[in-house]
């Protein structure tokens, strides 16, 4: 019982301290002593002593609050309105700081103005002073300064002279007029470089602008040429009514002279157009160089120069430039070839550059002299003439060479109105004349191939007596017997042949413009047309129309329609002379004129297609003969000829129907070639090596086929055949037929080599090749009939007739 109250205050007492270590321990450092509870037994009654002294605490802490509540209320109050007043204050303090700060600053700032400007009184009154000794030479310097600045350098020559000599002495004591007498020699310098750089700024300018300037020329020449038109008008009238009439001849449409189309008038309408158009424009006024540049500074730039002894070094200085200037206005662009603006800027610089220094030579003499500009001019010739021969080599465009003509001309012109020779120029025009002939058949070779692509290779059908008489305008055909006939009707050619003839005539008109402004005579442009025109004909119109013929695949109906329609091509070329004759007023008979080859070219290319249509109705015969099948061990033949070789003689009837329209030569000699074709072909078949055996019955089959070949042949397929003639194609396959057939060896052997040979056209080596097919086939059927007597004494006929044909041929070919 003593033990266990021990034990009971010693816990009660242990509880204790815990609590007062919590009351006054920092709660981070709690842990431990709440761990020593919980490791003891008495955790309830440490509860019970912890929940006692946390409500002890809380009933201090109340009675505390209870007792201090009124005078911290009272407290707190008190110190929120004192806070307020302290603010009230606080801000009435600042806003008088500011106020008196702002009235400071302005009281500060008048006292410091008033202080500079008693000092600046002062200053003034002793400057007023010296400056009115000191005036006029700073008037003077003043003065000098404001030449300078307005570039007037010569009067700024004179004014410094004055200063350094007059002014500048009165007030020598002064430091600044040291200063101004040690700058006198520079500022005659740089009145020398200012000089100079205003010359070298007007050369640059002159080199920027100078396309501008030889645009101004140049545009002044065209107008003087359109004036020196307006005044040579009853000439220039009389040349537009000779074009007029040479196009206007072509109402006969045929009948005496070729005809012109619509179009062609048009064009003529809308040139007469554009050249009124041009004689208005020529009053306008053009500037000259004088009013596009000012020269001004090199006026100066002499004056000045001659004035401090230097005007040799200006002279040598101006010359060299503008030789450097020059060689970079004559060094062309890479791509001046590929547009007009490319050689009118090149040509517009050149011009620029020489009116310019054709004004110096009259406006300053002695600063460049004529021979000075012959050099010059001579340089840029040979510098032109090379870039334009190799430029213009480039282009491949005809409306482009021929704008180039008519600028080159222009840029001639213009030069030549300022003295410079252009004798060269007019002689590469006549180069780059060749050039443009050229590309002119290269681009006729494109619309010559489309022409003929386009077409339908068909007789052109007309419905009406409009669209009759408007064919027959285009063209020049007349044939009474289609006129006679009722509508509709056709033409015999196709749509080409006026297609074709037609850009003939724009072909002699494209020539023609190039001529005009060469100062060529009247034959020098006919032969030129001519030429030119034959080049069109003999190489650029013959190979488009051999490369329609070669066509692959070109059918017969094609190529008869070719031939027809060069045969009237033919006959239009006499059209052509006309046409020729009446632009060029050159009549045919003069001395040395160039007759036309179109004659020439439409026959070739008739022949072409004449030979191309002989070897294509050969290939369509060689394909049906693909298709023969032959049974030639064949006992019996049959009732009717084989068919493929029916099919090709129908092939042949409508092919030869065709033929209609074309010259009788033409359709015997296709006629005549396709049967013996076909003849040889046979021939052929019937003897290659393949068929080894024959039997008598294919023999009968194959000359059934022959048989229907001859009767296709006395049909007259195509008409002006005599007696058999077309037979005769057959004649070698009859005879070797009927030989065999036949079996009429004692005949053949006995008349050999007579005239009067029945069998005449049968070779004996093709007789012997056909007897062994024959023999091989003999031997294969009746090899157990050959005990026979009949087919021993057939055998040894046969053996008999081929030792004697091998005689014959050994005789006759040792």
């Keep these: 019982m003593a033990e266990a109250e021990a034990e009971s205050l010693e816990t009660a007492s242990e509880h204790e301290r815990i609590l007062r270590e919590v009351d006054s321990t920092d709660t981070a450092c709690i842990g431990p002593t709440l761990r020593s509870v919980y490791d003891g037994e008495e955790h309830g009654r440490f509860m019970e002593k912890l929940d006692a002294r946390i409500r002890n605490h809380d009933r201090e802490i109340e009675k505390m609050c ?137 050369l640059e300018s002159i080199r920027k602008h100078s396309d501008k300037i030889g645009e101004a020329a140049m545009r002044q020449a065209q107008q003087q040429r359109s004036l020196d038109n ?37 064009i003529l309408d809308v040139e007469e157009e554009e050249e009124e158009e041009e004689e208005e424009a020529s009053a306008r006024k053009v500037p000259g160089a004088q009013e596009l540049v000012d020269f001004s500074p090199v006026y100066r730039c002499l004056h000045i120069y001659s004035v401090l002894g230097a005007r040799e070094t200006f002279e040598n200085y101006y010359r060299k430039q503008r030789r450097k200037q020059a060689r970079l206005v004559l060094q062309p662009p890479s791509n001046m070839h590929e547009t007009l603006d490319g050689y009118r800027k090149y040509f517009n610089q050149i011009v620029g550059f020489f009116v310019i220094e054709d004004h110096i030579l009259h406006t300053t003499p002695g600063l460049v002299d004529r021979a000075y500009l012959e050099e010059l001019w001579d340089m840029a010739l040979s510098k032109t003439v090379a870039a334009l021969r190799t430029h213009s080599s480039y282009c491949s465009d005809p409306d482009l060479v021929l704008d180039l003509k008519n600028l080159l001309v222009l840029f001639a012109d213009t030069l030549q109105a300022y003295g410079f020779p252009v004798n060269q120029l007019f002689d590469l025009l006549l180069e780059i004349r060749d050039q443009y002939g050229e590309a002119l058949l290269k681009k006729w070779a494109g619309v010559f191939r489309n022409i003929l692509d386009l077409d ?30 009722p509508f509709p009707k056709k033409f015999p050619f196709s749509e080409f042949v006026p297609g074709v003839y037609n850009q003939i005539k724009e072909f002699i008109y494209a020539c023609l413009k190039f001529s005009e402004d060469l100062h060529l005579s009247s034959t020098e442009v006919d032969d030129m047309i001519r030429k030119s025109t034959n080049l069109l004909l003999t ?125 009788g030569k033409v359709a015997q000699t296709a006629c005549m070639s396709a049967c013996k074709h076909l003849s040889t072909s046979l021939m052929q078949l019937l003897l290659e090596a393949e068929v080894r055996q024959l039997s008598l019955g294919a023999l009968r089959q194959f000359n059934l086929d022959v048989e229907e070949c001859e009767q296709f ?93 091998r005689g014959l041929i050994n005789s006759h070919h040792p």
């Design 66 to 202: 209870n007792f201090h509540y009124q005078g911290f209320v009272d407290a707190i109050t008190e110190f929120l309105k004192v806070r307020a007043e302290a603010q009230k204050l606080k801000n009435q303090v600042t806003d008088t700081n500011r106020k008196l700060q702002l009235e400071s600053k302005k009281l500060v700032g008048t006292m410091e103005e008033l202080k500079q400007c008693r000092l600046q009184q002062r200053n003034i009154s002793a400057t007023m002073d010296k400056l009115t000794q000191c005036l006029p030479v700073l008037e003077m310097d003043s003065k000098l300064r404001e030449q300078m600045k307005s570039k007037r350098h010569y009067p700024a020559l004179k004014t410094l002279e004055h200063l350094e000599h007059t002014y500048l002495p009165q007030v020598s004591h002064y430091r600044f007029c040291t200063v101004m007498v040690d700058s006198i020699p520079r500022l005659r310098e740089e009145i020398k470089e200012v000089s100079m750089s205003d010359l070298k700024d007007f």
């Design 713 to 805: 042949a006395r049909s007259g397929p195509v008409p002006g055949f005599q007696g058999d003639t077309l037979q005769l194609a057959f004649i070698d396959l009859r005879q070797l037929l009927d030989l065999f057939l036949q079996w009429d060896w004692s005949t053949y052997l006995a008349d050999y080599g007579q005239p009067t040979c029945k069998y005449l056209r049968v070779n004996p080596a093709t007789a012997l090749t056909l007897l062994e097919k024959m023999k091989d086939s003999s031997r294969k059927n009746n090899v157990f009939a050959q005990f026979r007597k009949n087919e021993r004494d057939k055998q040894k006929l046969m053996d008999s007739v081929a030792k004697q044909l």
């Design 230 to 266: 307006v005044v040579s008008q009853p000439s220039k009238a009389s040349g537009r009514r000779l074009k007029k009439e040479a196009r206007a001849g072509s109402d006969l449409e045929g009948k005496n002279t070729s005809p012109m189309s619509e179009q062609d008038s048009g």
């Design 539 to 663: 190489r650029t119109l013959s190979h488009c129309l051999q490369n329609v013929i070669k066509k692959r695949n070109v059918g017969l109906t094609e190529l008869v329609q070719v031939i027809i329609n060069t045969t009237h091509l033919e006959k239009s070329c006499q059209f052509l002379e006309e046409f020729i004759t009446n632009i060029t007023n050159v009549l045919p008979e003069t001395v040395h004129t160039t007759k036309l080859y179109g004659t020439t070219t439409f026959k070739d290319a008739r022949h072409a297609a004449e030979e191309e249509i002989y070897t294509n109705l050969n290939q369509k015969i060689d394909q049906f003969l693909q298709l023969a099948d032959y049974d030639w061990m064949a006992a019996e033949p049959s009732a009717e000829a084989s068919g493929y070789l029916v099919d090709l003689i129908a092939f042949l009837r409508s092919t030869f129907a065709v033929f209609t329209h074309l010259p």
């Design 456 to 485: 339908n290779y068909s007789p052109i059908p007309v419905v009406s007596d409009e669209l009759y008489q408007k064919m027959v305008g285009q063209f020049p055909f007349h044939d009474a017997e289609l006129e006679k006939q």
